[in-house]
């Protein structure tokens, strides 16, 4: 790993996904911002490696990217960059290292640094299970590397590597002495991790020793109340049989009225029923907003807890009116190919069985949630945004909550199914062209809108010229390239290309049965514009352009 202490960025981590549709290798970057400030970009050089730890490509291994944060990344915040990046001609990659050359701030400040300051290092995973569930029990999900000192710098345990004179860690902010202390090799964890246990152990003692008592406080409050109301019944019948023996002598047998007798039988005190009794949820503070989700309950008469890592906080709701909430919890969907939706999910409906003792998947069996809450949130979602890939993804959501309603589709605990289902939809359309009215869509935008509208949903173009008329392009994945024309403000003209033969064959009919006006060209064609696919000089090369009907 490769680090500059002074940089006021970090990449806290990454991971490699490898496409289905054109085997290219991306990688997804995750940076925290060390600063006080806005950071609105980045500068990175990308080292790409193979399972053997040597060099991809036979003269350079490293690629040189710049990475854009649309709404910044804010000070001490940890997300993931925006897009995903191509390793383009370095698809045997299985590791990287990255150095960050700049970063650009808000106020328009660019901090830049000669590589050669950075720091490699490696850290020390905690493997052992039970010792890294206990690490992380006491510091975080975050707390996973043996602390330890290497020469003037020192690791923590959340991975961070400090100059020999922090007192604490910059990332974390935990003390020095204390983590070196407490986590710089396995055999001080397990004894660590031995006391501990050994003290619970006291405590659960102690704990039972208490129940013990004060079920045995509440047996002999049971056994007296039960003597006195029993003393209290043998009077009651020594009364009404002396009052009968002196009512038998002083009332005639003619006035004599029957009394109904009552069963006064004594109620006992009940024992407190088994069940959830509280829950509280502890944010990471991380910009996932994921945290540790606690469930307090009762069972056998002892209380318990329940504790759910690294999730979204629940929504507690009584979906079926029945007096006990139902547990909602949103699951992120991840998908390799629209790697700029981050804000895609999926909710899943959870009940807390008391045999097992834990959550179980329930979704299927609250269908009102679906119909009354989640879908018309969706809708309201799908209504506000602008991105049209967005769009058709919520409807793919949509969709599958609509066939769970039906009973046509049961989630799985994984969330496997409905990113399959998602990811489907999506690649039905892989150029991502939208129609709505009479207007088509490529990547959202359209004839007529703005370059800033266009800036919104695609971020700035990754390059600008002007000719004839002015000239922005974007880069998009599996080497297709957005380009569009605008005179002043608005543009009048866009292309998308250039791609095979299959994608051509996929897009065609997605609005009907296009116009044949040559050879390998095909066109859309409504009152105020034009959608043309037509072949490129290359081999089995196309592009699909947008333009006004009158043009030939």
Avoid at 283 to 309: A, P, W
Avoid at 359 to 364: I, N, P, Q, R, T
Wanted: with cysteine; hydrophobic share 35%.
């Amino acid at each position: 790993m490769l680090v500059n202490l002074d940089c006021p960025v970090e990449m806290i981590d990454y991971e490699l996904y490898e496409s289905k549709t054109n085997d290219q290798i991306y990688c997804a970057l995750t940076f925290n911002n060390l600063s006080e400030k806005l950071v609105k970009g980045l500068k990175v050089l990308i080292h790409c490696y193979d399972q053997f730890g040597d060099p991809v490509g036979k003269e350079n291994n490293s690629l040189e990217c710049k990475i854009e944060f649309k709404e910044g990344l804010a000070s001490n915040c940890i997300r993931p960059a925006d897009k995903k990046i191509i390793l383009r001609n370095f698809r045997d990659t299985r590791k990287i290292e990255v150095d960050i050359l700049k970063v650009l701030f808000d106020d328009k400040f660019l901090w830049s640094v000669d590589i050669s300051k950075s720091d490699k290092y490696e850290l020390t995973k905690i493997k052992k299970p039970n010792l890294l569930e206990f690490v992380q029990s006491r510091e975080g999900l975050d707390a996973r590397n043996f602390s330890m000192e290497i020469g003037e710098r020192w690791i923590c345990v959340c991975g961070r590597l400090n100059h020999k004179e922090q007192s604490e860690c910059k990332r974390c902010r935990r003390i020095k002495d204390y983590v070196l202390a407490e986590y710089s090799s396995e055999e001080i964890i397990e004894h660590n991790f031995k006391v501990y246990s050994k003290q619970m152990e006291e405590e659960n003692k102690k704990e039972q020793e208490k129940e013990s008592q004060q079920l045995a406080l509440k047996k002999k409050k049971i056994k007296k109340a039960i003597m006195l109301f029993s003393c209290v019944a043998v009077v009651l019948l020594v009364i009404g049989f002396v009052w009968g023996l002196v009512s038998k002598f002083t009332f005639s047998l003619g006035e004599h009225v029957p009394i109904e007798r009552k069963n006064n039988t004594a109620q006992l005190p009940e024992s407190e029923p088994d069940g959830v009794i509280d829950t509280s949820f502890e944010s990471y503070g991380v910009s996932s907003g994921n945290g540790r989700f606690t469930i307090e309950y009762r069972k056998d008469g002892q209380i318990k807890s329940k504790v759910i890592m690294n999730v979204n906080q629940p929504q507690l709701i009584d979906i079926d009116n029945n007096g006990t909430k139902e547990i909602v919890i949103t699951y992120p969907i991840y998908l390799s190919n629209l790697s700029y939706l981050l804000n895609t999910s999926w909710d899943d409906v959870y009940d807390f069985d008391m045999t097992k003792e834990d959550l179980v998947l329930a979704s299927w069996k609250y269908t009102d949630y679906y119909k009354n809450i989640y879908i018309p949130s969706l809708r309201k979602k799908s209504a506000r945004i602008s991105n049209y890939s967005e769009k058709q993804v919520i409807t793919a959501i949509i969709q599958a909550a609509t066939d769970l309603t039906k009973g046509k589709f049961i989630p799985d605990a994984n969330q496997k199914q409905i990113t399959q289902m998602v990811e489907a939809k999506s690649m039905e359309n892989p150029l991502h062209i939208t129609k709505q009215g009479d207007a088509f869509y490529i990547h959202g935008i359209t004839l007529g809108m703005s370059i800033n509208e266009a800036i919104k949903i695609l971020g700035k173009p990754d390059e600008s010229f002007e000719v004839d008329s002015k000239v922005a392009k974007w880069y998009l994945d599996n080497h297709l390239i957005l380009t569009a024309e605008y005179s002043t403000d608005t543009f009048h003209y866009i292309d998308l290309g250039e791609f095979n033969e299959k994608i051509l064959d996929q897009s065609l009919g997605a609005f009907g049965v296009p116009v044949m006006e040559d050879e390998n060209e095909y066109s859309y064609i409504t009152s105020t514009q034009k959608l043309r696919f037509h072949d490129m000089p290359g081999p089995h090369s196309f592009r699909v352009q947008l333009v006004d009907p009158e043009v030939p």
